[in-house]
């Protein structure tokens, strides 16, 4: 089968395709042929350090990067009851570790996918995955998010905060998000009651007593988010834009703030999929690459200017 594997860090020429065996699947897993590949900050930022391709997928080389798929069930391991052959699904796969997503086949845990429904397609469903799933740990499995609260959601436009913007409104918050002018009408599009354009507006002189800061950049951003949330607040983080010394300063303004990061749940991706297949959460892709120009991906999305998710399709 064709895959993508990287031996060492560096630019994108170190994605280099290979033929390989099919995967065998043991107990628990199924065999997976791939039709679409999300591609998320943490595909490059890991192509490019060699500690964090550690980090995130472990010591063994080479590696074959990759999390979020979306395709047909081939084969069934042993105590799989939950899926048969032929069955659409997608998920986040072995996240955090080797999930070995660049691939035309992957093996996967039963219990980090779900059913695709059938009105969504692989090309959607693969987009909702790790940046769908950290949007949906972050406010509802941590914090929580009820009718009534106030959230500020930094990026709302990009894949994690574009799924953030829907999954708040949707549990009855009020959402702000921020993002550039050009963004307005979309950010808006998702459900957002405010909408705060960075590079012209100080969020902080725009918004306060808020319930709920999603930062989604860390660094500056925090020390200003700080200034917004209410005592009894809190500002969620992802796992590298957090400081021990934030967190302590927060606490001493009454605030919590902690750092996440995403894990593979296929019962977290269940309710996800029932919110795409009732439209009430859509994945918006903004642009789509054939699994040659993967690299392409990646450069595009090291822009740090897509507008939703990048996907990836093999044909």
């Not at 895959?3 to 020429?13: N, R, T």
């Not at 005592?231 to 606490?251: F, H, V």
């Not at 009430?280 to 999305?301: G, M, N, P, R, Y």
């Not at 507008?307 to 044909?315: A, C, H, L, S, Y």
Request: avoid cysteine.
């Amino acid at each position: 089968m064709k895959a993508i594997e990287i031996k060492k860090a560096g630019g994108v020429e170190n994605l280099v395709n290979i033929q390989i065996e099919t995967p065998t699947v043991s107990d628990g897993e199924v065999l997976i042929k791939v039709k679409a590949i999300s591609i998320n900050p943490v595909d490059y930022k890991a192509r490019e350090s060699d500690g964090m391709l550690n980090a995130v997928l472990g010591p063994k080389k080479p590696w074959i990067l990759g999390w979020d798929i979306s395709g047909t069930v081939e084969a069934l391991g042993k105590n799989v009851t939950d899926y048969k052959i032929g069955d659409s699904v997608f998920g986040m796969i072995n996240f955090p570790g080797h999930g070995k997503g660049y691939a035309e086949y992957v093996a996967a845990p039963a219990t980090h996918i779900t059913k695709k429904p059938d009105n969504v397609s692989d090309e959607e469903a693969a987009a909702a995955t790790l940046a769908a799933l950290t949007a949906w740990q972050a406010l509802v499995t941590n914090a929580k998010i009820k009718k009534g609260d106030r959230i500020l959601i930094h990026g709302a436009a990009g894949g994690v905060g574009h799924y953030a913007v829907q999954f708040a409104k949707h549990l009855g918050a009020y959402v702000i998000g921020t993002a550039s002018a050009k963004n307005k009408d979309f950010v808006l599009g998702l459900g957002a009651d405010e909408f705060i354009d960075y590079q012209t507006q100080s969020f902080e002189n725009e918004v306060s007593d808020l319930d709920f800061v999603f930062d989604l950049f860390g660094d500056a951003i925090f020390d200003r988010s700080v200034q917004t949330v209410k005592n009894g607040g809190q500002i969620i983080a992802l796992l590298d834009n957090l400081t021990e010394e934030q967190i302590a300063y927060s606490k001493s303004l009454g605030i919590t703030s902690y750092r996440i990061i995403v894990h593979s749940n296929g019962e977290d991706m269940e309710q996800i999929a029932s919110l795409l297949e009732k439209g009430i959460v859509k994945s918006h892709v903004s642009a789509t690459f054939s699994f040659d120009a993967l690299k392409d991906a990646h450069l595009q999305l090291a822009t740090g200017r897509t507008r939703g998710k990048v996907v990836v399709v093999i044909e």
